[in-house]
């Protein structure tokens, strides 16, 4: 059953001023520790530094959530109202374009057959899907291929080529689409059937160059995938409806994400010089000034790591890719004016994302430990944890509330906080450490269990 407009609105305003709440009981608690902790370490300007400077960051966070969650909400809002007009404006069916779907695939042979056949029954009378096989070592172009030739409405084409990475299999299959519009989708994920029909819509503005999907996890089988399907709605999902109010989303995402073609060939297409292409490409979408939307009804289903040495590979993978990207880019963190506020705000948003956060959040787990234990203030310690884990449970409830996701995700916000995420941001720190010191890394693939079946 539907909830009225009015119900949908109740539930984002509470949990809004939930966090308003929560944030004025913060600033308070921030005032009152910072003024203990100048009491404390009056002697001690190292430690007066570092307890100071982490302050600071927790006031950030705090902004940062409040600033997302409220953005998030009235994207929320606008997407409704789009969705109320194009059901008033009546059929769109005689002016949906052409669409190409490209599948880079590699070793993908658990998973290709049933992302294929998922793709193929998608609701939308105008695809065609072109898998390009990226010099794999297993089945996969002959599994691909089979699939292809059980189709008879949907055209597939599958191609192989010697191996050059992901970001040329993309290039090889843009080349290759004949439509006016491209989807790129991993060849792990399933796409849900209204993906195509909620996606092209936002193409009716011409401003509007890509479009992310909403990627979620599939395999919640085990304490390690829940808490990636609960980082997944709050990490990712809240932050891109909060960027797409503004339309600069930084990353569309590889498992689901639309482009217009004309604009990828116009920036020169996936570069191979990073370990996040769609970040890479995304970054210089925007900053050519175009805008990036996002889709939360276009969902792709994806399998995530389950073990968690497979995990740590991939987020190190992801941090030095992001960090590759950004670093192409550092003249317009130096010159906002120039480039632009919003590109520049972007960029710099994701630097407190993937630096400052990470290394601010092990080094007060340090810290306040150090001190804890040093000089018997223990409550320092309860403060910085329970202030964090009240913004990632607010935070949780709210997603999960506008998602319509699975409200047993919210309790795992605290195992999200106690463990989840300081393992996740260790791995960060070492990954941006040998970055910046220039250590070699290989690609790295996630191996596949199968899971999509």
Same mark, same amino acid.
């Given at each position: 059953?539907?909830?009225?407009? #009015?119900?949908?609105?109740?539930? /984002?305003?509470?949990? #809004?001023?939930?966090?308003?709440?929560?944030?004025?009981?913060?600033?308070?608690?921030?005032?009152?520790?910072? &003024?203990?902790?100048?009491?404390?370490?009056?002697?001690?300007?190292?430690?007066?530094?570092? !307890?100071?400077?982490? +302050?600071?960051?927790? $006031?950030?966070?705090?902004?940062?959530?409040? /600033?997302?969650?409220?953005? !998030?909400?009235?994207?929320?809002?606008?997407?409704?109202?789009?969705? %109320?007009?194009?059901?008033?404006?009546?059929?769109?069916?005689?002016?949906?374009?052409?669409? !190409?779907?490209?599948?880079?695939?590699?070793?993908?042979? +658990?998973?290709?057959?049933?992302?294929?056949?998922?793709?193929?029954?998608?609701?939308?009378?105008?695809?065609?899907? #072109?898998?390009? %096989?990226?010099? !794999?070592?297993?089945?996969?172009? *002959?599994?691909?291929?089979?699939?292809?030739?059980?189709?008879?409405?949907?055209?597939?084409?599958?191609?192989?080529?010697?191996?050059?990475?992901?970001?040329?299999?993309?290039?090889?299959?843009?080349?290759?689409?004949?439509?006016?519009?491209?989807? $790129?989708?991993?060849?792990?994920?399933?796409? =849900?059937?209204?993906?195509?029909?909620?996606?092209?819509?936002?193409?009716?503005?011409?401003?509007?160059?890509?479009?992310?999907?909403?990627?979620?996890?599939?395999?919640?089988?085990?304490?390690?995938?829940?808490?990636?399907?609960? *980082?997944?709605?709050?990490?990712?999902?809240?932050?891109?409806?909060?960027?797409?109010?503004?339309?600069?989303?930084?990353?569309?995402?590889?498992?689901?994400?639309?482009?217009?073609? =004309?604009?990828?060939?116009?920036?020169?297409?996936?570069?191979?010089?990073?370990?996040?292409?769609?970040? &890479? +490409?995304?970054?210089?979408?925007?900053?050519?000034?175009?805008?990036?939307?996002?889709?939360?009804?276009?969902?792709?289903?994806?399998?995530?790591?389950?073990?968690?040495?497979?995990?740590?590979?991939?987020?190190?993978?992801?941090?030095?890719?992001?960090?590759?990207?950004?670093?192409?880019?550092?003249?317009?963190?130096?010159?906002?004016?120039?480039?632009?506020?919003?590109?520049?705000?972007?960029?710099?948003?994701?630097?407190?994302?993937?630096?400052?956060?990470?290394?601010?959040?092990? +080094?007060?787990?340090?810290?306040? $430990?150090?001190?804890?234990?040093?000089?018997?203030?223990?409550?320092?310690?309860?403060?910085?944890?329970?202030?964090?884990?009240?913004?990632?449970?607010?935070? =949780?409830?709210?997603?999960?509330?506008?998602?319509?996701? *699975?409200?047993?995700?919210?309790?795992?916000?605290?195992?999200?906080?106690?463990?989840?995420?300081?393992?996740? %941001?260790?791995?960060?720190?070492?990954?941006?450490?040998?970055?910046?010191?220039?250590?070699?890394?290989?690609?790295?693939?996630? *191996?596949?269990?199968?899971?999509?079946?």
């Amino acid at each position: 059953m539907r909830l009225p407009p #009015i119900g949908k609105f109740a539930y /984002g305003l509470v949990a #809004i001023l939930g966090l308003l709440a929560l944030v004025a009981y913060s600033f308070t608690q921030v005032v009152a520790m910072a &003024d203990a902790v100048r009491r404390l370490f009056s002697q001690d300007l190292v430690l007066l530094g570092i !307890s100071l400077y982490l +302050l600071v960051f927790l $006031c950030l966070l705090i902004l940062r959530y409040l /600033g997302l969650i409220v953005y !998030s909400f009235m994207e929320h809002l606008a997407v409704m109202q789009r969705g %109320d007009a194009d059901h008033a404006g009546g059929d769109r069916e005689g002016r949906l374009p052409l669409i !190409s779907l490209i599948v880079p695939a590699y070793n993908e042979a +658990l998973v290709i057959q049933p992302a294929l056949r998922t793709l193929a029954s998608l609701d939308y009378p105008d695809y065609e899907v #072109i898998v390009v %096989d990226d010099g !794999s070592t297993d089945a996969t172009y *002959e599994l691909a291929s089979q699939v292809a030739r059980e189709q008879s409405h949907v055209p597939i084409r599958v191609v192989t080529k010697r191996n050059g990475g992901k970001a040329d299999a993309l290039n090889t299959g843009i080349a290759l689409a004949r439509g006016e519009f491209v989807m $790129c989708v991993d060849g792990d994920t399933k796409v =849900s059937r209204n993906a195509l029909r909620a996606m092209v819509a936002h193409f009716d503005d011409p401003h509007i160059a890509a479009v992310a999907g909403n990627v979620k996890v599939l395999n919640r089988e085990n304490m390690l995938t829940r808490l990636q399907a609960l *980082e997944y709605v709050e990490g990712l999902a809240m932050v891109r409806k909060a960027q797409s109010f503004m339309r600069i989303v930084n990353i569309i995402p590889g498992p689901c994400g639309m482009f217009r073609k =004309s604009v990828v060939r116009q920036v020169g297409g996936y570069d191979t010089d990073t370990f996040a292409e769609d970040c &890479d +490409l995304t970054l210089k979408i925007l900053l050519q000034g175009w805008h990036v939307g996002y889709e939360p009804q276009a969902i792709g289903w994806v399998e995530t790591p389950s073990r968690l040495l497979d995990l740590l590979k991939q987020r190190y993978r992801w941090t030095r890719g992001i960090l590759q990207a950004m670093g192409k880019h550092l003249e317009v963190l130096r010159h906002p004016v120039r480039s632009g506020w919003a590109q520049a705000m972007t960029l710099w948003y994701m630097l407190f994302e993937g630096i400052m956060w990470p290394i601010s959040n092990v +080094l007060g787990n340090i810290f306040f $430990c150090y001190v804890g234990l040093k000089y018997g203030v223990v409550v320092f310690i309860a403060y910085w944890w329970l202030q964090l884990l009240l913004l990632d449970v607010i935070a =949780s409830a709210y997603c999960v509330i506008v998602e319509r996701e *699975e409200p047993w995700l919210i309790p795992y916000a605290v195992l999200f906080r106690l463990y989840y995420i300081l393992i996740i %941001d260790v791995a960060k720190v070492l990954a941006t450490l040998e970055q910046f010191r220039g250590t070699h890394m290989t690609w790295g693939k996630l *191996e596949r269990e199968g899971k999509l079946s």
